[in-house]
T-cell receptor
Framework: ETGVTQSPTHLIKTRGQQVTLRCSSQSGHNTVSWYQQALGQGPQFIFQYYREEENGRGNFPPRFSGLQFPNYSSELNVNALELDDSALYLC???FGTGGGLGGDYEQYFGPGTRLTVT | GDSVTQMEGPVTLSEEAFLTINCTYTATGYPSLFWYVQYPGEGLQLLLKATKADDKGSNKGFEATYRKETTSFHLEKGSVQVSDSAVYFCALSLNAGKSTFGDGTTLTVKP
C-alpha cells in the first residue's frame, strides 16, 4: 500500500509568482484535504476535494485553488504569491462519502512541501 | 467558530516521567477528537482518536479520554522515552477530513 506523497519537497518562489503543489493520495482513498502550516503553528484547513469537486473551503482567498483528478491525486495552486504564503503545505487523504456530518474519517498526511516566498 | 486550545509549550521532561498535555475544544456540533504527532521534517501521524463521549483512544502507551462535560481531550503517557520527543497536535473534526488543529505542543524528553 502506497502512502501519501507530495512534490516537490522544497520550493523557493518570488513574491507575485505562481506555484503548483502536487499530492498523490493513498490507494483506496477518494478525498484529499490541503492544509497550510505556518512555522510554529498548527495546520490550517485550506480546502477539500471529493471525487474531483471542491467539498468545503477554509478562510483562504480565491488565489488558492485546486484540482482533483480521476485517480484522486490533487494539485494546489497559489497565484500572486505573498511573503505570508511561506509555510509547509500538507496534503491529507481519506475515504469519505461526500462531506456529510461525521468526523470519524482518518486522514493520512503526506510529508509536506516547504514553500518559501522571497 | 470551532477551535482547539492546547497547553503552551515547550514541555521538557526526563525519561520515564509522566506526561500530560492539555487540550480543550469549542465546537458547534459533536466532533471527533484526535491527537497527531509530528517529528522533525515530517508530516503529521495520527496518534490516537475518539469519536464519542467517554471514549478512550490509546496507542503506543499514550491515552486520551473524550470528556464532553469539560470539552477536553488531554493526552497522557505514564513513562515517556527520548523517542517521544516531537510536536503534538490536538485536533477536532466535525466533517470528514476537515480538521481544526491546535497550535501544537513541543515535547523534549531528556535521558
Amino acid at each position: 500500500e502506497t502512502g501519501v506523497t507530495q512534490s516537490p519537497t522544497h520550493l523557493i518562489k518570488t513574491r507575485g509568482q505562481q506555484v503548483t503543489l502536487r499530492c498523490s493520495s493513498q490507494s483506496g482513498h477518494n478525498t484529499v484535504s490541503w492544509y497550510q502550516q505556518a512555522l510554529g503553528q498548527g495546520p490550517q484547513f485550506i480546502f477539500q476535494y471529493y471525487r474531483e469537486e471542491e467539498n468545503g473551503r477554509g478562510n483562504f482567498p480565491p488565489r488558492f485553488s485546486g484540482l482533483q483528478f480521476p485517480n484522486y491525486s490533487s494539485e494546489l495552486n497559489v497565484n500572486a504569491l505573498e511573503l505570508d504564503d511561506s509555510a509547509l503545505y500538507l496534503c491529507a487523504s481519506s475515504f469519505g462519502t461526500g462531506g456529510g456530518l461525521g468526523g470519524d474519517y482518518e486522514q493520512y498526511f503526506g510529508p509536506g512541501t516547504r514553500l518559501t516566498v522571497t | 467558530g470551532d477551535s482547539v486550545t492546547q497547553m503552551e509549550g515547550p514541555v521538557t521532561l526526563s525519561e520515564e516521567a509522566f506526561l500530560t498535555i492539555n487540550c480543550t475544544y469549542t465546537a458547534t456540533g459533536y466532533p471527533s477528537l484526535f491527537w497527531y504527532v509530528q517529528y522533525p521534517g515530517e508530516g503529521l501521524q495520527l496518534l490516537l482518536k475518539a469519536t464519542k463521549a467517554d471514549d478512550k483512544g490509546s496507542n503506543k502507551g499514550f491515552e486520551a479520554t473524550y470528556r464532553k462535560e469539560t470539552t477536553s481531550f488531554h493526552l497522557e503517557k505514564g513513562s515517556v522515552q527520548v523517542s517521544d520527543s516531537a510536536v503534538y497536535f490536538c485536533a477536532l473534526s466535525l466533517n470528514a477530513g476537515k480538521s481544526t488543529f491546535g497550535d501544537g505542543t513541543t515535547l523534549t524528553v531528556k535521558p
